[in-house]
């Protein structure tokens, strides 16, 4: 099965909360499905910190699980930019299933890609 | 003294997404630092816990701090203090769960990354276990290193606490590419240069306060904002304790100085003289010659105060010296070269008779007995080492004189350098076209008695220049020849601005001012040094020392400070003596060598250490200090100071 990296960032936080918020989600999302890893990587390869990029591994048949990942993650947070694979979008007030779609949506479009 | 605790890691094997990133910059940030304050506060090795990429864990590192720590608070009498400089460098981050703080180490683990790095509490908490004598310093080199502060806090409530950070709670700190990170990089620079504008001993809030600066003028978007605060009541401010000896302090000539050898590398009884000792703008390297032989050596690397730290990459080649280390210390008759040594054997076909760098450190030059110049490449001289091959290291060789140069001399501005010999011709040369292929030609020749406006006084059969210097705005050259006359020409009309016969024998070394060019100072084979002020109507010659403050013998070197308040001379006799240059007077001296002399002496760029070659025993290391501030405190045999 071929797999892909898609990366996930939070353009509108400071790199302290983006830190946080990278190591929570990659905790989160690291083997929520089989062939699923998740790890936090710095998005300036010349800073003394942990990193405020999720890399996440995944094969096509694990998108909908990382997105529902990805959604329980979000609801819990509130509300939070996320640019996935440099697409950018505000979730905000998003009912659930509409969250759950649109980030399958981008994960596989970030495939795709 | 303080003691220094380094922890922190380069590699970390458990966090496999750190890959290798920063590995370089952050073992240089490492390597600098222990270097820098090992050299300064001269720490001995107990002095030192190193456990700076340890695989040892959290737990372990901290009982291997607190085991370290005990013996030294229980030797403290009641009335002494030992500050303790806590140093991390490597990466910092928040746990995103209980959002604590971490260091990360050798041993972190990207399951548990906040139990497997340390926590500063931590580290507090063992330093919570000794009383007030013993003052905490914790300086981080780490992301959000502001975000500390908090647990910090915590401890301050009990005990005083200084803390220092790179960067601010949530910004992040960089490194360059390879070497080091931009933190320590500036500290450490700062150590190396010191400040004029402080006092002997600089307190952390010294310290802080200039390397914002140092950071501002670095400039670029990365620069981060180190923080610094104290926590905890204190009777005197942690942060205002005279804590790091000033390289740059500057000397007062009205109170008692002395000159104290810091370093020494003997050399061995089989091998040829040490020469034309010259120091790096960066002070970072020195040059010396033997015979046919120029080497370059990396000062900090090469001369450990402890030894055995050398490392040896290429055991074939042979250093003329050993390293002096006390009576434990090995003895061979060869060692190998240590890596932070460039010799350059056999480069010139006869013997080196002068040297120089030029003011931006880029280039060396040196000149022999055959009238040979070769322009070498500092950045390319020290790509590898340590080597014996000139090839690729060397812009240019010319033979601008026929006969044996004798001095060559940068101009201030760097873009102009002269030579000149025992052919009786100063030429001056453009320092850009040196660096090219092309055909070169002098820029300006003066001639022996060239454009004399009036009846010189002293007119020579024989004009054969012996030392040579541009002043200080780079307009006049003066050369002094092997007679004692000395010559004054503004450069590029020839015309001769001064001319008299200073002394009684040949002129050895001849410096302007820094910082004027109506001063000139002249050294000489007949143990005078003479002060000539062009700043009156009528140039005034007077001589520094009489009676029992002169030299005995030829004076073969002088230096002057970059703020021109102190004169160096060296002679034939041993000693180096210390002089204002103001008023003349001898404020320290110190007898050098026992054999035949010192050949030079030089001033490092603005820190207080000269640097000196004694023709048949070693290179030495100057520390200049107000008498009670010596960056050192104890002196190890190598360390005492060589006076009657």
């Not at chain 2, 042979?318 to 932070?340: C, H, W, Y």
């Not at chain 2, 080597?387 to 101009?411: C, K, N, Q, V, Y």
């Amino acid at each position: 099965m071929e797999h892909y990296e898609v990366t996930i960032s939070f353009p509108a936080t400071d790199p302290l909360t983006g830190n946080r918020l990278a190591a929570e989600l990659a905790a989160q999302l690291s083997g929520i499905a089989d062939g699923v890893a998740a790890k936090t990587r710095r998005d300036t390869s010349d800073s003394q910190d942990f990193g405020s990029l999720v890399a996440v591994v995944l094969g096509a048949p694990a998108v909908i699980a990382v997105a529902q990942g990805l959604a329980d993650w979000i609801r819990k947070q509130g509300r939070v930019d996320i640019e996935i694979s440099r697409e950018v979008v505000r979730l905000e007030n998003v009912a659930d299933k509409d969250l759950e779609k649109i980030l399958e949506l981008m994960l596989s479009k970030a495939i795709e890609k | 003294m303080p003691a220094l605790v380094l922890i922190g890691a380069s590699h970390f094997p458990g966090l496999p997404s750190m890959a290798h990133d920063g590995e370089g910059a952050l073992r240089g940030a490492h390597d600098q630092v222990i270097r820098e304050l090992t050299d300064l506060l001269r720490l001995r090795d107990n002095d030192i816990l190193d456990l700076f990429d340890s695989a040892a864990s959290a737990t372990d590192q901290l009982n291997d701090f607190a085991n370290w720590l005990r013996p030294m608070a229980a030797a403290l009498s009641e009335s002494e203090t030992l500050p303790v400089l806590v140093y991390y460098i490597g990466h910092g981050g928040v746990d995103h769960q209980r959002l604590d703080y971490f260091l990360a180490i050798g041993a972190t683990s990207d399951i548990e990354r906040n139990r497997s790095s340390l926590s500063v509490q931590s580290v507090l908490n063992i330093l919570a276990e000794f009383d007030e004598r013993i003052k905490p310093f914790v300086i981080l080199d780490a992301c959000f290193s502001g975000s500390a502060l908090k647990e910090t806090s915590t401890f301050g409530k009990v005990r005083p606490v200084a803390l220092w950070t790179s960067s601010a709670a949530q910004e992040t700190s960089h490194f360059d590419a390879s070497s080091t990170t931009n933190f320590s990089g500036a500290l450490c620079h700062l150590l190396a240069e010191g400040s004029t504008q402080h006092s002997p001993m600089l307190s952390v809030r010294d310290l802080h306060g200039l390397l914002r600066v140092q950071l501002q003028r670095s400039g670029g978007a990365r620069v981060s904002n180190p923080q610094l605060h104290e926590l905890g009541q204190v009777a005197q401010s942690l942060l205002d304790m005279p804590l790091i000896p000033n390289r740059a302090a500057r000397i007062d000539v009205n109170r008692p100085i002395s000159v104290r050898r810091t370093r020494r590398r003997e050399k061995l009884e089989d091998i040829e003289r040490i020469d034309n000792l010259a120091i790096h703008p960066s002070g970072e390297f020195f040059s010396y010659t033997m015979e046919h032989d120029l080497f370059l050596e990396r000062l900090t690397e090469a001369w450990p105060v402890r030894i055995g730290q050398h490392q040896v990459s290429e055991p074939n080649l042979q250093l003329k010296f050993e390293i002096s280390g006390g009576e434990d210390a090995p003895r061979a008759t060869r060692v190998p070269v240590p890596n932070s040594v460039f010799a350059f054997e056999g480069s010139h076909e006869s013997r080196i008779t002068a040297t120089a760098f030029s003011p931006q450190g880029s280039l060396l030059l040196s000149a022999d007995t055959t009238g040979c110049v070769i322009v070498w490449s500092v950045a390319r001289m020290v790509e590898d080492a340590p080597t014996s091959r000139a090839e690729g290291r060397t812009l240019r060789r010319f033979w601008p004189h026929d006969d044996a140069i004798t001095s060559i001399a940068f101009s201030p501005s760097g873009d102009r350098v002269a030579t000149a010999g025992f052919d009786e011709v100063v030429r001056v040369w453009d320092v850009r076209e040196l660096q090219s292929d092309a055909d070169i030609e002098p820029i300006s020749e003066l001639e022996k008695k060239s454009n004399i406006q009036r009846v010189a006084k002293h007119a020579h059969d024989i004009e054969q220049i012996q030392a040579m210097a541009f002043s200080s705005s780079g307009a006049h050259l003066a050369t002094g020849d092997q007679n004692g006359v000395v010559v004054v020409r503004e450069i590029y009309s020839k015309l001769e601005f001064y001319r008299g016969r200073v002394h009684n024998a040949a002129v050895r070394d001849i410096k302007f001012s820094p910082l004027t060019d109506d001063t000139l100072v002249t050294a000489s084979d007949d143990t005078r040094i003479r002060k000539i002020d062009f700043g009156v109507t009528k140039p005034a010659v007077s001589t520094l020392g009489v009676g029992p403050d002169k030299h005995t013998d030829c004076v073969n070197s002088i230096a002057i400070s970059d703020n021109a308040e102190l004169l160096v001379s060296s002679a034939s006799d041993g000693w180096i003596k210390l002089w204002s240059l103001a008023d003349e007077r001898l404020l320290a001296n110190v007898k050098a060598a026992f054999e035949r002399g010192i050949d030079r002496v030089a001033f490092f760029p603005r820190r207080n250490l000269l640097a000196s070659d004694a023709v048949f025993e070693d290179i030495s290391i100057w520390e200049v200090a107000n008498d009670g501030e010596f960056a050192s405190t104890e002196f190890s045999p190598v360390n005492e100071q060589a006076s009657d």
